[in-house]
């Protein structure tokens, strides 16, 4: 019997854990086709360059009243709710429109609050840092400390 070959690259294997809290959400899904509440876990990208560390968060539909960011001992913390709104936009029950006869029959839109928190570098000017919110896409810019910047030195001959 032949050996099947499945190459195991860190990559594949990442991809398959963050993928894990949609898997275990389709565990709960109900036999009408509508998903029980799980928690809602934006994506999020880490940059490093040799000025600043950034971070991105997708938060779709996020004001950012909605959202809280803190900086304490190194650690960067996000934190925030994303709330269900109406589906087809009536005046009604948010979930089932029930003013306009509406039922929802698939919404896959997650909602909940969270919380990610990010370890940062020792080196980062916590002072500096700056935070916007553009279509749905929340930026930590962290700069560096002068100090902890890439230089190049030159050698003495």
């Known amino acids: 019997m032949p050996l099947a070959n499945y190459p195991l690259t860190p990559h594949l294997s990442l ?16 036999g009408d086709g509508i998903e029980s509440s799980v928690a809602f876990t934006p994506p999020v990208g880490v940059v490093e360059t040799n000025d600043n560390v950034v971070v991105n968060v997708e938060l779709a539909g996020l004001r950012p009243e909605d ?52 370890a940062l570098p020792r080196s980062i000017a916590a002072s500096d840092a700056k935070a916007s919110l553009d279509q749905g896409v929340l930026t930590v810019l962290l700069p560096k400390s002068s100090e902890a910047r890439s230089r190049r030195i030159e050698i003495a001959s």
């Open 15 to 30: 991809k398959e854990f963050t993928d894990l809290p949609h898997r275990l959400g389709r565990l709960f899904e109900h």
């Open 67 to 118: 959202v809280s960011v803190e900086l304490e001992n190194g650690v960067l913390t996000i934190k925030g709710e994303k709330r269900p709104g109406t589906i087809l936009g009536s005046a009604g029950d948010a979930e089932t429109g029930s003013e306009n006869n509406e039922r929802v029959r698939l919404d896959e839109r997650r909602f909940g609050k969270f919380s990610r928190a990010f």
